[in-house]
């Protein structure tokens, strides 16, 4: 387990410290062992390897008593005489003498700086008061070393007042109010998110990753205390609940514009996705129940029947004999589900323009975003208008919400003026200036892959398998997946093509690792073979994101292996005609693809070369990381 948690993130501390920790089902009782070793282990710490080791394992559902004393020796970690003791210790009794006096030591007020802090006072003179905020993934050990580091630094100087709430998984005591507003200045050191960010909206705010404040407290505070004389320090957002809402979300301050728009697609590909899903998988169950006809005749079926009146096999309709593969009340069920389910995807493109604009512009953007997606499909503009709309529907209604002005138009602000106005400028655009290109565009798309037969479509294949297996549900990924789930709601035969093979690359990266890790476990970690015994599931499932622990730990090798076989699978998924009416799901909804056996032989295949591709790769480019988690165990057994 602690392999495990270092391949996430380095566990290493000044001093030549480590503190590999996690919490893990197999553990039963809060275990704590120390290692002096004799060579020293690079765990990712600033200044080198470590020759001081602490190994800490908790029990996943354990109470927090536990977690009070490791933090207790977290802190301790950051003094140089307790560093000493323990480098000097000549007998194991020395050194268990030197952690019970840490861990049971009564805890000291100072350190925690948040139960009896001052009532806000006018801070006309004197030091500059910071409120600081630390937390790490686990909650266990960077979390509140941070915390003391900061601490102690502050208590060596007089230009400064800091006050620390380390968010742990132990109990956190929340900053006092009054203390809060006396603050200066604000620090987060995290690498998760902060609880309650909006108690410190209009603070001046320096922000890093949590291991920032444990190696350069000093800076840290330093640039708090320039940020707290600096009129045009950046500040956290938030104030009245008119004027946060008129504002975009927090998470996009300080970023370039670049990476804030890709961030806001990504939104609004995320809440897309349960549209797809939902109404995707039941068009599938449509089809499954009465058969291809549902399809052309489902807004008859499902309106002009009734369970008290079932359509028969064969029916004049429109003056046309049509022959029904089901009848009564299967074929009943299959349109009402059909029905169900062109409704829902009929919310794709609405829904993707909606929340890319939501990213942007918080809550005021959502109207405009939708406003503009119904425009889009409108105009026959598709998911690129929808893209279209979302990001000038934000960026407008952004820009709006910025106005200053009085107080009572600041109320009417997110609920009726910028969303009247971010929508009749999205309108005006789309119908006088944009809705006409961007139909041309998508028309010209979907008659190009109407035309694809041959080379061009096992090109188009290869470009999405590749897509599909790069960055394993990041953008690349997403974006694959966006194009072929936004053009399988038109249902042409060419769309779900290209869902059919998005599909099947997606899978190839988890199972081809899984079963990687079952034939050759000597080449990788521990941590991997056991990621392994669960990530064929995820695989099958449609999860590419199943194999993300092992392109994280081992990217060069990972990847292009898995790109290899991505690739390897669209191709003969196109060449093969290979057709998918769902959008996931993976084998679990196989009926709903035509011709299975095909669609199966294209993912065996890249699967197969995924495989043996990682598997050379590292018998021929051995990872030192495997080497080192190999070693570990021994090192630290003879240390």
């Not at 207790?72 to 950051?78: I, S």
């Not at 897309?272 to 995707?280: R, T």
């Not at 990266?509 to 599931?537: C, D, H, M, Q, V």
């Given at each position: 387990?602690?392999?495990?948690?270092?391949?996430?993130?380095?566990?290493?501390?000044?001093?030549?410290?480590?503190?590999?920790?996690?919490?893990?089902?197999?553990?039963?009782?809060?275990?704590?062992?120390?290692?002096?070793?004799?060579?020293?282990?690079?765990?990712?710490?600033?200044?080198?390897?470590?020759?001081?080791?602490?190994?800490?394992?908790?029990?996943?559902?354990?109470?927090?008593?536990?977690?009070?004393?490791?933090?207790?020796?977290?802190?301790?970690?950051?003094?140089?005489?307790?560093?000493?003791?323990?480098?000097?210790?000549?007998?194991?009794?020395?050194?268990?003498?030197?952690?019970?006096?840490?861990?049971?030591?009564?805890?000291?007020?100072?350190?925690?700086?948040?139960?009896?802090?001052?009532?806000?006072?006018?801070?006309?003179?004197?030091?500059?008061?910071?409120?600081?905020?630390?937390?790490?993934?686990?909650?266990?050990?960077?979390?509140?070393?941070?915390?003391?580091?900061?601490?102690?630094?502050?208590?060596?100087?007089?230009?400064?007042?800091?006050?620390?709430?380390?968010?742990?998984?132990?109990?956190?005591?929340?900053?006092?109010?009054?203390?809060?507003?006396?603050?200066?200045?604000?620090?987060?050191?995290?690498?998760?998110?902060?609880?309650?960010?909006?108690?410190?909206?209009?603070?001046?705010?320096?922000?890093?990753?949590?291991?920032?404040?444990?190696?350069?407290?000093?800076?840290?505070?330093?640039?708090?205390?320039?940020?707290?004389?600096?009129?045009?320090?950046?500040?956290?957002?938030?104030?009245?609940?008119?004027?946060?809402?008129?504002?975009?979300?927090?998470?996009?301050?300080?970023?370039?514009?670049?990476?804030?728009?890709?961030?806001?697609?990504?939104?609004?590909?995320?809440?897309?996705?349960?549209?797809?899903?939902?109404?995707?998988?039941?068009?599938?169950?449509?089809?499954?129940?009465?058969?291809?006809?549902?399809?052309?005749?489902?807004?008859?079926?499902?309106?002009?029947?009734?369970?008290?009146?079932?359509?028969?096999?064969?029916?004049?309709?429109?003056?046309?004999?049509?022959?029904?593969?089901?009848?009564?009340?299967?074929?009943?069920?299959?349109?009402?589900?059909?029905?169900?389910?062109?409704?829902?995807?009929?919310?794709?493109?609405?829904?993707?323009?909606?929340?890319?604009?939501?990213?942007?512009?918080?809550?005021?953007?959502?109207?405009?975003?939708?406003?503009?997606?119904?425009?889009?499909?409108?105009?026959?503009?598709?998911?690129?208008?929808?893209?279209?709309?979302?990001?000038?529907?934000?960026?407008?209604?952004?820009?709006?919400?910025?106005?200053?002005?009085?107080?009572?138009?600041?109320?009417?602000?997110?609920?009726?003026?910028?969303?009247?106005?971010?929508?009749?400028?999205?309108?005006?655009?789309?119908?006088l200036v944009l809705g006409r290109p961007l139909e041309a565009i998508m028309t010209g798309l979907q008659d190009w892959l109407n035309s694809m037969s041959g080379s061009s479509a096992v090109l188009l294949g290869i470009i999405l398998g590749l897509m599909m297996c790069f960055d394993l549900g990041g953008p690349v990924n997403k974006a694959a997946y966006l194009f072929a789930t936004a053009g399988l709601s038109t249902g042409d035969d060419s769309s779900m093509k290209i869902m059919a093979a998005v599909m099947a690359a997606g899978m190839v990266?988890?199972?081809?690792?899984?079963?990687?890790?079952?034939?050759?476990?000597?080449?990788?970690?521990?941590?991997?073979?056991?990621?392994?015994?669960?990530?064929?599931?995820?695989?099958?499932?449609?999860?590419?994101?199943?194999?993300?622990?092992?392109?994280?730990?081992?990217?060069?090798?990972?990847?292009?292996?898995?790109?290899?076989?991505?690739?390897?699978?669209?191709?003969?998924?196109?060449?093969?005609?290979?057709?998918?009416?769902?959008?996931?799901?993976?084998?679990?909804?196989?009926?709903?693809?035509?011709?299975?056996?095909?669609?199966?032989?294209?993912?065996?295949?890249?699967?197969?070369?995924?495989?043996?591709?990682?598997?050379?790769?590292?018998?021929?480019?051995?990872?030192?990381?495997?080497?080192?988690?190999?070693?570990?165990?021994?090192?630290?057994?003879?240390?």
């Amino acid at each position: 387990m602690p392999r495990a948690r270092e391949e996430k993130a380095g566990t290493g501390v000044p001093g030549g410290v480590a503190i590999p920790h996690c919490r893990s089902e197999a553990v039963t009782e809060p275990t704590l062992a120390f290692a002096r070793l004799s060579r020293p282990v690079d765990f990712s710490g600033p200044d080198g390897e470590a020759s001081l080791v602490f190994l800490i394992a908790a029990p996943a559902g354990g109470g927090k008593e536990h977690l009070k004393i490791l933090s207790k020796l977290a802190r301790a970690l950051v003094r140089k005489d307790f560093l000493e003791g323990l480098r000097g210790a000549a007998t194991a009794e020395e050194i268990v003498e030197l952690v019970l006096g840490v861990v049971n030591a009564a805890p000291k007020k100072k350190a925690e700086a948040v139960a009896s802090a001052p009532a806000a006072e006018e801070n006309t003179s004197g030091p500059t008061r910071v409120v600081a905020i630390t937390a790490c993934p686990t909650g266990i050990a960077h979390t509140y070393m941070a915390a003391d580091a900061l601490t102690q630094t502050a208590e060596g100087r007089s230009d400064v007042e800091l006050t620390v709430e380390p968010q742990g998984s132990s109990a956190v005591t929340p900053l006092p109010a009054t203390t809060i507003e006396a603050a200066d200045a604000v620090i987060f050191a995290t690498d998760v998110g902060v609880k309650d960010r909006e108690r410190f909206a209009g603070k001046p705010v320096i922000e890093s990753g949590v291991k920032r404040a444990i190696n350069e407290p000093g800076v840290m505070i330093d640039e708090a205390i320039a940020a707290a004389k600096n009129p045009n320090a950046r500040r956290v957002a938030g104030g009245s609940s008119a004027a946060s809402e008129a504002t975009g979300p927090e998470e996009g301050k300080g970023l370039g514009w670049g990476k804030r728009i890709q961030q806001a697609v990504m939104t609004g590909v995320s809440y897309m996705v349960p549209f797809v899903a939902a109404g995707g998988l039941l068009l599938a169950l449509g089809f499954m129940l009465g058969g291809e006809q549902v399809g052309n005749y489902w807004q008859i079926l499902a309106t002009q029947f009734s369970l008290n009146n079932l359509p028969d096999q064969v029916m004049l309709i429109g003056g046309q004999l049509v022959d029904f593969e089901r009848s009564g009340l299967s074929l009943y069920l299959a349109a009402v589900l059909f029905a169900t389910g062109k409704l829902a995807m009929d919310f794709v493109v609405a829904a993707l323009s909606g929340y890319i604009a939501y990213a942007l512009a918080n809550r005021p953007g959502i109207a405009p975003g939708f406003v503009g997606g119904a425009i889009s499909v409108f105009l026959g503009a598709g998911f690129i208008g929808g893209l279209v709309t979302g990001i000038l529907a934000g960026l407008f209604a952004m820009w709006v919400g910025s106005w200053k002005v009085p107080r009572w138009v600041a109320s009417l602000m997110p609920v009726v003026i910028i969303p009247l106005l971010t929508s009749m400028v999205v309108g005006l655009t789309m119908f006088l200036v944009l809705g006409r290109p961007l139909e041309a565009i998508m028309t010209g798309l979907q008659d190009w892959l109407n035309s694809m037969s041959g080379s061009s479509a096992v090109l188009l294949g290869i470009i999405l398998g590749l897509m599909m297996c790069f960055d394993l549900g990041g953008p690349v990924n997403k974006a694959a997946y966006l194009f072929a789930t936004a053009g399988l709601s038109t249902g042409d035969d060419s769309s779900m093509k290209i869902m059919a093979a998005v599909m099947a690359a997606g899978m190839v990266p988890p199972i081809a690792l899984s079963l990687a890790t079952f034939l050759r476990p000597s080449l990788f970690t521990p941590a991997e073979e056991e990621n392994g015994k669960s990530s064929w599931l995820l695989g099958l499932s449609f999860v590419s994101e199943g194999a993300i622990p092992f392109a994280a730990a081992d990217p060069l090798r990972v990847i292009p292996s898995m790109m290899a076989g991505g690739a390897v699978t669209g191709a003969l998924s196109m060449s093969l005609g290979v057709t998918a009416n769902a959008p996931h799901g993976g084998i679990f909804v196989l009926p709903a693809i035509s011709p299975a056996l095909g669609w199966l032989l294209a993912l065996v295949a890249g699967v197969v070369v995924s495989t043996l591709a990682v598997v050379l790769i590292k018998m021929a480019w051995p990872n030192k990381a495997v080497e080192q988690a190999a070693n570990l165990a021994p090192q630290t057994a003879h240390a």
